[in-house]
């Protein structure tokens, strides 16, 4: 099975991509720019910068001909050349190099660059979630080479978010609140929520794409023996016995299994995961325990990020650059209604 790839990615983005090198093993473009979100229409999306995410095999050959191709897109560490920036790419953050605020054939584009295995492992491992938390919503895949090991890592990616949200919801739920949980995983803990993104960001994502969010996971849904999938009604059920939820919290991503053990786990006890799991999967807050555990991964890896984004983005763009997400934030706060208005 491979990940459904949402087709007619139409003129603009097959230009834009056209603009770097070509050597690429995944490209996708995400965000208010590509999908509508609640709240925005179709000429706002026009005027929203577009984000991508390019994977690459060799990100020293692949920043040494973009550096020839884009070398205004860099910050000042364009000077350090090729080797020193897929070294910052690589062993900070989350192993993702962005450039930010780049003018490109008429559009405002973001993009970021990854290695394959990096990703790889994120996908497979949720080591930061900075990544595989993109792709548990939909995007627009523009390049996917046969990798085969990259093609099951996006589905593997998938089926983790679908079962770390069934830990998180009660017995019976409806398709909607699944995508909302799936949608919020990459949020949980990221200090940007609180300052610098628009609070009712994962419900704009969520509520004019359940459609996309269907061509996602109906596949996933279908074969997952944990859940009765009623999709004529959208309607969910799963398996909340302490039997069910050990299968599904043995089913998370490594890192987040590791997560869940430090904060289940006295220091000094050193029992096994399996041993620890078991017991998280009898306690009634087990839910909150895998939402804790997703929240440090996420925190971690946002703060880092975000710090190393001052480099590679330099310092104006990144005022320019928040000064615009809190903007955002202001119009999304705004939009909210009064109590006085509901009641």
Sequence with gaps: MSIPALNNTGVVYRRILSQFPQDLSLAFAYGSGVFKQQGTNQGQMGKNMLDFVFAVDDPVTWHTMN???????????????????SSVQNDHGASVYYN????????????????TECLIDDLMHWKTMYVAGRLHKPVKMLLQNENGKLRAALVANLKSAVTASFL?????????DLFMQIAGLSYAGDFRMVIGEDKSKVANIVKDNIQHFRILYSNILRDCPQVVY??????????????????????LPRTLQQRITKLVDPPG?????????????????????????ISSIVKTSSITQSIKGIATAGLWK??????????KMWKGWRRKPSVSQMS
Excluded: W
């Design 67 to 85: 550096l020839l191709q884009n070398r205004k897109h860099y910050s000042i560490l364009k000077l350090l050349g090729p080797t020193t920036i």
């Design 318 to 327: 990144t005022v320019s650059y928040s000064s615009k997400k809190l903007k």
């Design 100 to 115: 930010t605020l780049v003018p490109v054939d008429g559009r405002i584009i973001k993009y970021g660059v990854i290695g």
């Design 230 to 251: 009623k999709s004529q009604q959208g309607q969910l059920e799963v398996d909340k016995s302490p039997e069910g939820q050990f299968i599904q919290l043995m089913a």
């Design 168 to 176: 998180m919801l009660p017995e019976s739920f409806t398709e909607e």
């Design 269 to 293: 006890k050193n029992r096994d995961v399996e041993e620890i799991l078991l017991q998280v999967a009898q306690d009634p807050d087990c839910g909150a325990v895998v939402q804790q555990g």
